[in-house]
């Protein structure tokens, strides 16, 4: 059985850094693509950085480049997001999502992860 586990949330001053840890069992993880996801309050769920062991591709949106680095320890079947100067923005529930089977031009899109955590409550402020 996959599960996705997120921990590293929390409340932190704009210009702050967090590192947002995904612990993967039950899944194939040189396999499998695993991404992070954000919902801002009161917006859709939207893309944040996706990475694989197996493309040599990690996908980030815009409105994280250069902020934000997503990193894997295959040893720990561990995807890490660390993010930096962080923003009341960036604030939202962050999830992470895997897929065994996803195709590299659906990596941004939901529908293509089958398998997702519970969510960590990240929020920036003063």
């Known amino acids: 059985q996959v599960q996705l586990t997120e921990s590293g949330g929390g409340l932190v001053q704009p210009g702050g850094s967090l590192r947002l840890s995904c612990a993967c069992s039950?899944?194939?993880?040189?396999?499998?693509?695993v991404a992070w996801f954000r919902q801002p309050p009161g917006k859709e769920r939207e893309f944040v950085a996706a990475?694989?062991?197996?493309?040599?591709?990690?996908p980030y949106a815009n409105s994280v480049k250069g902020r934000f680095t997503i990193s894997k320890d295959s040893a720990r079947s561990t995807v890490y997001l660390q993010m930096n100067n962080l923003t009341p923005a960036d604030t939202g529930v962050y999830y992470c999502?895997?897929?065994?089977?996803?195709?590299?031009?659906?990596?941004?899109?939901?529908?293509?992860?089958?398998?997702w955590g519970q969510g960590t409550q990240v929020t920036v402020s003063s």
């Open positions: 999502a895997a897929s065994g089977t996803i195709i590299l031009s659906q990596w941004r899109s939901q529908s293509g992860y089958g398998c």
């Open positions: 039950g899944v194939t993880f040189s396999r499998y693509v």
């Open positions: 990475v694989s062991q197996r493309h040599g591709t990690t």
